[in-house]
T-cell receptor, first 111, second 111 residues
Framework: GAGVSQTPSNKVTEKGKYVELRCDPISGHTALYWYRQSLGQGPEFLIYFQGTGAADDSGLPNDRFFAVRPEGSVSTLKIQRTERGDSAVYLC?????????FGPGTRLTVL | QQQVKQSPQSLIVQKGGISIINCAYENTAFDYFPWYQQFPGKGPALLIAIRPDVSEKKEGRFTISFNKSAKQFSLHIMDSQPGDSATYFCAASGGYQKVTFGTGTKLQVIP
């Protein structure tokens, strides 16, 4: 079946702009995660959804970052007033009993 | 605070050789230890995982060795192939599967 999909695959924006990153999880997976991966580093946890609610948002770096999952399926990660330090690959994953299944990521570049 | 330490940072192995990657963790609440494989431009893919009630798990050419008392675990890739060239991440989680990743090992298998 279809895996986790993320759009866009690449996003270039200017400092101070607002961006939205979308994640379509594997059908039927109730748990959804956002991670951020900087160059040469491992994925860093941002937020976890169980259904529609954020069960753990302890990894969000500050209040410029926000994520929603209104219908318990698609999720959107929103970043306000982007900064150059936000440049990274943003990974989405959904999970089953077998573990986490990651999408290909969105590469965000803030100029 | 790095909860999962991984070494080496990079590794070059001859085709047919054994690749060994080591990880150590601090949080004794961790109860699930997966390894992920990541190719350039792709999201991490679950390779193999172990729980602390066993000391070893083997799947094909991939083996995890786990030492609970030392809080260490390792990945062995037997008969390494050029197609195994990728970045490998160890990880750990507890409870609802918030996964904490190591910093990654870039493996290059040379013919």
């Amino acid at each position: 079946g279809a895996g986790v999909s993320q759009t866009p695959s690449n996003k270039v924006t200017e400092k101070g702009k607002y961006v939205e990153l979308r994640c379509d999880p594997i059908s039927g997976h109730t748990a959804l995660y956002w991670y951020r991966q900087s160059l040469g580093q491992g994925p860093e946890f941002l937020i976890y959804f169980q259904g529609t609610g954020a069960a753990d948002d302890s990894g969000l770096p500050n209040d410029r970052f926000f994520a929603v999952r209104p219908e318990g399926s698609v999720s959107t990660l929103k970043i306000q007033r982007t900064e150059r330090g936000d440049s990274a690959v943003y990974l989405c994953a959904s999970s089953s009993a077998q573990g986490l299944f990651f999408g290909p990521g969105t590469r965000l570049t803030v100029l | 605070q790095q909860q999962v330490k991984q070494s080496p940072q990079s590794l070059i192995v001859q085709k047919g050789g054994i690749s060994i990657i080591n990880c150590a963790y601090e949080n004794t609440a961790f109860d699930y230890f997966p390894w992920y494989q990541q190719f350039p431009g792709k999201g991490p893919a679950l390779l193999i995982a172990i729980r602390p009630d066993v000391s070893e798990k083997k799947e094909g050419r991939f083996t995890i060795s786990f030492n609970k008392s030392a809080k260490q675990f390792s990945l062995h890739i037997m008969d390494s192939q050029p197609g195994d060239s990728a970045t490998y991440f160890c990880a750990a989680s507890g409870g609802y599967q918030k996964v904490t990743f190591g910093t990654g090992t870039k493996l290059q298998v040379i013919p």
